[in-house]
């Protein structure tokens, strides 16, 4: 929930040494309390993680740098919270909202959120109501007697029971319909059409995998040859180049990553941007040690009921 504070374990994945050793400590990209930048670039190390006590597990909840600012060093980009769905060397594939790796159903979490449509009988429902199931995202939706929330499955049964809540509507869109405003990786619905409910089929690479170069697939793995590996790719009518030599295969040198947040219509993830490379993993979400509301005074807004829980 918006308010709550990680403890993140550098650990279980193994440390990842400093891209930019000159920097302000425990800051982001800024120097706290002003604009000045937390960080120089004038020196960079190469990407470095010691020993891990564990790999990544599918489905762990991992604290990331976003891969899709490419204007600064890996280690200064926006970190992100998502759950990791799919591992290097799965596949992954996504129908009428049921996720599926390598062919298998997903289990679905308590945690997870869909949107609903909420019809209501006119009276509409309290915000102490939507405070003590936690439904933070959504409102009215058209008029007064429609509302969009997205919900866990706990909150939509529980929200279903109110007297004066007359319909729940499932939202799914459908197979092949892209939405220019949900544009999803590889950003080419002429040739994958997928969206937020059904995507996929999509493998994902893992380090050693040899990756033939098509003009079909190529928008799947443009990033990751250019941008995440910094190869430079060329290409003509009938062949590619790979760093100026002509080439039919392309090695992967990383392992990557497939991170879904459990809100799963409201979520800027991989099925926006794509791959998740190993060198931009932090570490591990651990436990809430704190979380509070940010519009009430300090103590009274701590929610003490998600203090010291572990993420799950």
Known sequence: MIGDYLLVSKLHYGPRLPITPLAFPFADDKIPGTETQSYSGRITWPYLRLPGIVGVNRNDVVVFNTPIDHSVPTDRRTVFVKRCVALPGDTLEIINRQMLVNGQASGNLETM?????????????????????????????????????????????????????????????????????????????????????????????????????????????????????AHELAYDDENFYIDGEKAEYYEVEMDYYFMVGDNRHNSKDSRFWGFVPEDHLIGKAWFIWMSRESNKPFFEGIRWDRCFIPIK
């Open 113 to 229: 959120q869909f949107n609903y449509l909420i019809k209501t009988n006119g009276e509409p429902i309290s915000r102490q109501s939507l405070a003590k199931l936690e439904i933070t995202e959504g409102g009215m939706f058209h008029d007064v007697n429609h509302y969009q929330y997205a919900l866990s499955t706990t909150q939509l049964k529980t929200l279903a029971e109110f007297e004066n809540v007359v319909t729940v509507d499932t939202i799914v869109r459908s197979k092949g319909v892209t939405m220019q405003y949900e544009a999803t990786f590889p950003n080419t619905p002429s040739q994958f059409p997928w969206n937020l409910d059904n995507y996929g089929p999509l493998y994902i690479p893992k380090k050693g995998d040899s990756i033939r170069l098509q003009a079909n697939t190529l928008p799947l793995y443009r990033n990751l040859i250019e941008q995440y590996e």
